[in-house]
């Protein structure tokens, strides 16, 4: 994972496109971005339910475990985007089968870290031929430079999330004050 944390200076701005609607869907990069996220998790989904009883949230923390052995709800949420909340429910349906073991992290003893069993491992090195099958299948159309052009841009559009966060609040600011206040006023009350 630590690919993803890594930092790279950004490219030089690429030439701002318009797009004439969001009905032009057949050029909105969001919209083919989640059709295609939604389809692979939802596929992904029916399958590990079907083979192994668990779902697509606990094959994500699966997959973290064993890169990294061990993980906090606040790590995997960081990583991947879940909300903590949910991580922490399936941390908690993980332990009850035998998946995963939890204990209080040695440097911040409030941390809880979770870490994989010979169970999870046992799983995780089941599930992931599936996972592995569907990445091939879903690429397979590329050339092998195309995929690496490909994993590089998306790579470089992971990295700039922040900055279209920014660029949101901003607009947001300028066009919608009164909602800007409110999601301010929100935050300061749930600190």
């Known amino acids: 994972m630590t690919q993803l944390a890594r930092r790279q200076p950004p490219a030089q701005s690429p030439p701002r496109r318009q797009i004439a609607s969001v009905e032009d869907l057949e050029r909105y990069l ?3 971005l ?3 996220a939604s389809k692979l998790q939802r596929g992904a989904s029916q399958h590990y339910l079907n083979v192994f009883d668990v ?3 606990t094959w994500r923390c699966l997959m973290l475990l064993a890169i990294e052995n061990s993980i906090s709800a606040q790590r995997v949420s960081r990583i991947i985007g879940m909300d903590k909340a949910s991580v922490s429910r399936c941390f908690k349906r993980m332990q009850a ?3 995963i073991t939890m204990a209080l992290d040695d440097a911040d003893g409030r941390l809880r870290i979770a870490k994989l069993t ?3 491992r046992k799983l995780h090195d089941q599930m992931i031929g599936i996972a ?3 990445e091939r299948a879903l690429v397979e159309v590329l050339q ?3 995929l690496e052009t490909l994993i590089g841009l998306l790579q470089r559009l992971h990295r700039n999330l922040p900055a279209v966060e920014a660029a949101t609040e901003r607009y947001v600011a300028q066009r919608f ?3 800007a206040r409110r999601r301010r006023a929100r935050a300061a009350t749930d600190e």
Do not use: H
């Open 34 to 36: 989640s059709w295609i």
């Open 144 to 146: 092998p430079a195309e």
């Open 118 to 120: 010979p169970k999870g």
């Open 97 to 99: 089968r035998g998946l």
């Open 30 to 32: 969001p919209a083919f």
């Open 177 to 179: 004050p009164q909602a």
């Open 132 to 134: 592995l099958e569907r």
């Open 55 to 57: 779902g697509i949230e």
